[in-house]
């Protein structure tokens, strides 16, 4: 095995990164700022990818494809949404490379200039919305409730794997509607989906609430967004819902005939969420020894090792074993019987324990003789030995257990984490030890703006659930009607 990794209280940042690299997640690529998702990685972001589309399609939502290049005149028609995305794209000039005269491999052949150029998307709603408009005639052409899952590209000058990339994978909702009330009711059921999905899936506890208008997407009218915390009491915005009002409806045209026989701007929603939400796993969970994984998005949920000498000994626990494997398999259940011999079972324990496997089986001649099976958790990294028989509904049971614990202990590191904060000093004492702080915040934009700058704390919601409740902001003083959170964010 390789060096112990740093441990979280020594360097967050790079426990990190290192955890990511030796779980064999992801990696760096030759192009800056982009990186590689290895086989294990993207194994859970399938998982994540299939819950996600379920739910999606159990709302009625429908997957779609759409152009990687957006015309640059498209970007020009939404004011907002440009000016949030310019500084963010890459734009493609030529169409052609040719042999360097000077003999130094390919050049940009300068006859080969495009006359219009091209943008990688940073984000569809531009090229979807001039496809809606060829689309929307009357009413009963809505509402267009679409999905699609892709990948995006914002320029990106400081990255980390998974939490900042220039290119990233997503999905980005675009839905259409007839009426206000509809688009507003689809973009809080997207909120709800995402936050059922972050709880049940990731075992991730999260904030429901809306932006600011000063953190707010790039031309919506309103945005909605779950927010989580991290082991180093820093937030992480796992998911975006955006009512987008009739900006991009009257941006490209798009209207309808109504009930009525009139015309009218279609009403449309955007959300998404990303493979941050892989960073964000990572970092809920996980421990000094590796990762930590929710059994519902592990790759293997449950690995078996023997410990034998010689062909007898293995075929032994094999006849005992290769039931015991089926058996789980038609339960739904993950498994892996590591028979491998290149490895010391040793070496094996280490290995899976840093890459998160929630269940881990360790069965000998001397286990078969007793009847037992050692059984490790990885959430709390007890090993028990139990009897065989039974084992498999023990199983079936520790992982949901292990399931509602990581939930819990996660839950409760953010209870103990969450302050209530009511004055200036107060407040830059508490920001430094990280965590939530519920504070009042006088609603102006430049306060939001001022504590921004002299904390690095930003306003990451107002929870939908919080209460309306007089106070005084913890900056100017002004009168304020209800705490937002504020936190330090990735």
Not at 127 to 155: F, G
Not at 303 to 322: A, C, F, M, R, T
Not at 457 to 486: H, M, W, Y
Request: negative net charge; aromatic residues 10%.
């Amino acid at each position: 095995m390789s060096k112990s990794l740093p441990s979280r209280a020594e360097n967050y940042s790079e426990w990190y990164n290192e955890l990511v690299k030796r779980a064999d997640l992801a990696e760096n690529s030759a192009v800056r700022g982009c990186m590689i998702i290895k086989p294990y990685g993207y194994s859970i972001w399938e998982k994540m990818q299939r819950a996600l589309d379920d739910m999606f399609k159990e709302t009625g939502h429908v997957n779609a494809y759409f152009p990687l290049l957006i015309p640059k005149s498209f970007l020009s028609k939404e004011a907002s949404h440009v000016e949030g995305f310019a500084k963010e794209c890459a734009v493609v000039t030529h169409y052609r490379l040719k042999n360097d005269p000077n003999g130094h491999g390919v050049i940009v052949d300068p006859d080969a200039k495009l006359e219009e150029e091209l943008i990688i998307r940073p984000t569809s709603e531009t090229v979807i919305w001039s496809t809606y408009k060829n689309w929307v005639q009357s009413y009963r052409d809505l509402p267009i409730l679409m999905n699609q899952w892709a990948n995006v590209m914002r320029w990106e000058m400081r990255t980390r794997l998974f939490l900042r990339t220039a290119e990233f994978l997503w999905q980005e909702g675009h839905t259409a509607h007839a009426t206000k009330e509809e688009a507003v009711e689809e973009t809080e059921q997207m909120l709800n989906i995402y936050s059922e999905f972050a709880e049940t899936f990731m075992a991730m506890p999260v904030i429901k609430g809306r932006k600011t208008a000063n953190e707010r997407f790039a031309g919506a009218e309103d945005t909605y967004c779950i927010e989580a915390m991290m082991q180093d009491g820093k937030a992480l915005q796992a998911g975006t819902s955006h009512f987008l009002g009739q900006n991009f409806a009257k941006a490209f045209d798009v209207k309808f005939l109504n009930k009525a026989n009139q015309q009218e701007f279609v009403w449309g929603t955007s959300w998404g969420v990303s493979t941050r939400l892989m960073g964000a796993l990572i970092m809920a969970h996980s421990d000094d020894q590796g990762l930590v994984l929710p059994p519902k998005l592990a790759p293997i949920q449950v690995v078996i090792v023997p410990i034998y000498k010689g062909e007898e000994q293995l075929n032994n626990i094999k006849s005992k074993i290769d039931p015991l494997v089926s058996a789980l398999k038609k339960r739904g259940i993950s498994v892996k019987f590591d028979i491998s011999e290149n490895q010391s079972p040793g070496f094996k324990f280490a290995e899976y324990e840093l890459k998160g496997v929630p269940i881990r089986l360790a069965i000998g001649n001397r286990d078969i003789e007793n009847g037992t099976i050692e059984l490790a958790r990885r959430d709390t990294r007890v090993k028990t030995s139990l009897p065989f028989d039974g084992i498999e509904q023990v199983i079936v049971d520790t992982l949901e257990d292990i399931q509602i614990s990581i939930y819990q202990k996660a839950l409760d590191f953010r209870a103990a984490n969450t302050f209530e904060v009511n004055t200036w000093d107060e407040f830059l004492v508490k920001i430094e030890e990280g965590g939530f702080l519920s504070a009042h915040w006088d609603g102006s934009p430049e306060t939001e703006e001022k504590i921004k700058e002299l904390t690095k704390a930003t306003i990451r919601c107002i929870p939908l659930d919080s209460q309306e409740e007089a106070g005084k902001c913890i900056l100017t003083g002004n009168p304020s009607k209800q705490r937002v959170i504020f936190a330090r964010a990735y």
